[in-house]
């Protein structure tokens, strides 16, 4: 007679193939953990433009994004929304210890995210006492990553800022490469990101293309033709030192910037802004890919 016992999968279905394992929050997870917040949390979907949640609402639950990203944003008295930061694969959404939410999101692109009930997440964390360091790491970067996009605006022209971002968008590129970014944020959330009107973006952006750094190929794609000249106009090389002043000790590094796929190339469009199609809001975030 044989002794038969039931093996309990290692990595749940919904986990297996998601890429938000690799960074953030649910990089700090052991296989215990990921398996038992795949059991506790249950997934959501929200297409481009759903609120996920409101500002100044009930705050019931809490979430880590899967796929897609989603625009934390603020709502002034006056009735003026201002797009604070974008949450990508990893981050974590709503605040655990707040009863009520303190800003507004939503999603900025077709976008999944884990959920679970506050007390859940409480009870989580103190089953599983040896992932919270990891969790505290990436929820400590999460909240630099915010701190430094307001310190990285400061003392910056609307085009060296522009620049910068473009820049981060691709970590990886090297000098005499041609890499390709396909931007995913609208441009109304991408403006307000970077603090300007989409008038000024849309100037900012033709400017950056008529001094040699980038050609657009279409309203939300372009080709960064010289990556030396676009590092000058972020003076990025400031940015460089000021971070490397600024970093006491070497972090843990718990997330890993997604890869971006290459976009084929379209038409050039001598309107940028102005050029996409009629009734089609052109994306703005990005996807970038080397050739």
């Not at 952006?205 to 657009?216: D, K, S, T, V, W």
């Not at 890869?259 to 038409?267: D, I, L, M, N, V």
């Amino acid at each position: 007679m044989f002794n038969t016992q039931a093996i309990r999968p290692q990595v749940d279905a919904k986990c297996e193939d998601c890429i938000a394992r690799q960074t953030g929050l649910c990089s700090a997870f052991d296989s215990e953990a990921l398996l038992d917040f795949a059991h506790r949390s249950y997934r959501e979907t929200y297409h481009q433009g759903a609120e996920i949640a409101a500002q100044g609402e009930v705050a019931e639950r809490v979430g880590i994004v899967a796929s897609g990203l989603v625009k934390v944003v603020v709502l002034t008295e006056g009735g003026d929304e201002y797009v604070l930061q974008i949450l990508r694969a990893g981050h974590l959404i709503g605040d655990p210890d707040r009863e009520v939410n303190g800003f507004s999101s939503e999603a900025a692109t077709d976008t999944a995210i884990c959920w679970m009930p506050r007390q859940t997440w409480h009870n989580f964390l103190q089953t599983h006492p040896q992932i919270f360091r990891g969790c505290l790491s990436a929820l400590n970067r999460q909240f630099e990553e915010l701190q430094l996009s307001v310190v990285k605006m400061r003392g910056r022209s609307t085009v060296q800022r522009l620049a910068l971002w473009l820049i981060e968008q691709l970590p990886g590129a090297l000098d005499g490469s041609t890499p390709q970014i396909r931007i995913v944020l609208t441009r109304r959330d991408l403006a307000s990101l970077l603090d300007m009107t989409v008038e000024t973006l849309c100037r900012a952006l033709h400017q950056i293309e008529e001094r040699g750094a980038i050609r657009l190929l279409a309203p939300d794609h372009l080709e960064v033709r010289d990556l030396g000249r676009l590092r000058r106009l972020a003076k990025y090389q400031n940015e460089r030192i000021g971070a490397a002043l600024a970093e006491p000790d070497p972090a843990p590094r718990l997330s890993q910037r997604e890869t971006w796929s290459r976009g084929g190339k379209a038409p050039v469009s001598k309107l940028g802004c102005e050029g996409h199609a009629p009734g089609r809001t052109p994306d703005f975030a990005t996807r970038g890919g080397q050739r």
